[in-house]
């Protein structure tokens, strides 16, 4: 077995895209623009339905991770740094888990189901920092960014410095090297 399942490809690079695009969005628009100004209200709705698409995408992920075949995890000689790496990878899944909830429970406390997809015409709170899950939303967010980052380094290094061709294993193509082998 020398890739993941079509199903973890597609997902993967899918929610790298939508996760990235997630964040800039809370990073740099919503907490730019003041909950009082119209425009908001548009911003919300996009960034709450890209993270319920996410927090769905991720559980599904998760769980064809765990019922499909996969390759060998990635060995470079060290025993630490080869834990830390399956490690990181779940370390992933949860924080991203984790981060659609706290934003589920952010907008359950205020109200945003009703306001941005119900069309109540409420007004906005005046800011949401001041519901707890915010403080762990924003966190995270700070952790997932920070595992991007170590995420790209990782896959720079194993293609430029090591060019062991791991980025191969989540890319689209055979899964076997044994054209015997059943593909699942």
């Known amino acids: 077995m020398r890739r993941y399942h079509p199903?973890?490809?597609?997902?993967?690079?899918?929610?790298?895209?939508?996760?990235?695009?997630?964040?800039i969005m809370g990073t740099n628009v919503l907490s730019?623009?003041?909950?009082?100004?119209?425009?908001?209200?548009?911003?919300?709705?996009?960034?709450?339905?890209?993270?319920?698409?996410?927090?769905?995408?991720?559980?599904?992920?998760?769980?064809?991770?765990?019922?499909?075949?996969?390759p060998p995890a990635a060995d470079i000689g060290n025993s630490l740094i080869n834990k830390l790496g399956i490690a990181t990878h779940y370390l992933f899944y949860l924080v991203v888990i984790l981060m659609g909830a706290s934003g589920l429970?952010?907008?359950?406390?205020?109200?945003?189901?009703?306001?941005?997809?119900?069309?109540?015409g409420a007004s906005l709170v005046s800011t949401f920092d001041d519901f707890p899950p915010r403080i762990a939303h924003g966190v995270l967010s700070k952790v997932l960014l920070i595992l991007i980052i170590g995420h790209v380094s990782a896959f720079l290094y194993h293609q430029y410095a090591r060019k062991d061709n791991l980025f191969s294993r989540m890319w689209f193509g055979r899964r076997s090297s044994d054209p015997s082998e059943v593909q699942s």
Not at 37 to 65: A, D
Not at 107 to 115: F, K, R, S, T, Y
């Open 32 to 70: 730019a623009t003041p909950n009082d100004v119209p425009e908001k209200l548009f911003y919300l709705k996009m960034h709450m339905s890209m993270g319920i698409i996410i927090f769905i995408l991720m559980t599904i992920r998760l769980g064809i991770r765990f019922f499909t075949a996969k």
């Open 105 to 120: 429970a952010i907008a359950n406390m205020a109200g945003l189901p009703e306001i941005v997809f119900g069309s109540s």
């Open 7 to 23: 199903a973890l490809v597609l997902l993967h690079w899918l929610l790298a895209i939508m996760i990235v695009a997630g964040l």
